[in-house]
Antibody, heavy 128, light 109 residues
Framework: QVQLQESGPGLVKPSETLSLTCTVS????????WSWIRQPAGKGLEWIGL???????SYNPSLKSRVTMSVDTSKNQFSLRLNSVTAADTAVYYC??????????????????????WGQGATVTVSS | EIVMTQSPATLSVSPGDRATLSCRAS??????LAWYQQKPGQAPRLLIY???TRATGIPARFSGSGSGTEFTLTISSLQSEDFAVYYC???????????FGQGTKLEIK
């Protein structure tokens, strides 16, 4: 059974760096892609970034200048760093496994990179 | 950047009835679309991918349809556990990136 667990400080001061780690159990981090998603209280989901090959990343354009994702294969963990945070970065942060899911549609076989396993979420508040 | 728009924002349906949720993309995403369910205090759960393929363990009362820019999630006979918020999500192959819709809250009528 694959499980993901987010960890990190629950309180970050404005202008500082938010750092979170996602620990993966039950699956090798080298075998999948991984993503971070966040959700402000009472609002919708916002995709933050994707590590689609170990060491290769893609980020939400709106956050790209402040985001870094990294991986530690020896610990089966991947991490998120978001710098220069403001109150607008207060949210629940989720990590998720991204799997290549095959399907048949429109007359051909194709695949979708779906987020099929999620962590429980880590609440991060930005406040002085 | 592709924008995903879901409608309605809130849908009130009685248990046992059918619910139809819509998602529209600002440009064609072919079948690169997924649906997620989120209950209060929980992480989202993948329901549908490839616009119409149910994820592992998802009941047959959930079905997805559409391609291009118009998509629909249908729940054929609502159970009490189905009342939740539903999000559509598109995946762009290159550069790899995702966009979520703003969500539809399915509530008990």
């Amino acid at each position: 059974q694959v499980q993901l667990q987010e960890s990190g400080p629950g309180l970050v001061k404005p202008s500082e760096t938010l750092s979170l780690t996602c620990t993966v159990s039950g699956a090798s981090i080298s075998s999948y892609s991984w993503s971070w998603i966040r959700q402000p209280a009472g609002k919708g989901l916002e995709w933050i970034g994707l590590m689609y090959i170990i060491g290769s990343t893609s980020y939400n354009p709106s956050l790209k200048s402040r985001v870094t994702m990294s991986v530690d294969t020896s610990k089966n963990q991947f991490s998120l760093r978001l710098n220069s945070v403001t109150a607008a970065d207060t949210a629940v942060y989720y990590c998720a496994r991204v799997d290549r899911l095959h399907y048949y549609g429109s007359g051909s076989y194709d695949y979708y990179y779906g987020m099929d396993v999620w962590g429980q979420g880590a609440t991060v508040t930005v406040s002085s | 950047e592709i924008v995903m728009t879901q409608s309605p924002a809130t849908l009130s349906v009685s248990p046992g009835d059918r619910a139809t949720l819509s998602c529209r993309a600002s440009q064609s995403v072919k079948s690169n679309l997924a649906w997620y369910q989120q209950k209060p205090g929980q992480a989202p759960r993948l329901l549908i991918y490839g616009a119409s393929t149910r994820a592992t363990g998802i009941p047959a009362r959930f079905s997805g349809s559409g391609s291009g820019t118009e998509f629909t999630l249908t729940i054929s006979s609502l159970q009490s556990e189905d009342f939740a918020v539903y999000y559509c999500q598109q995946y762009n192959n290159w550069p790899p990136m995702y966009t979520f819709g703003q969500g539809t809250k399915l509530e008990i009528k």
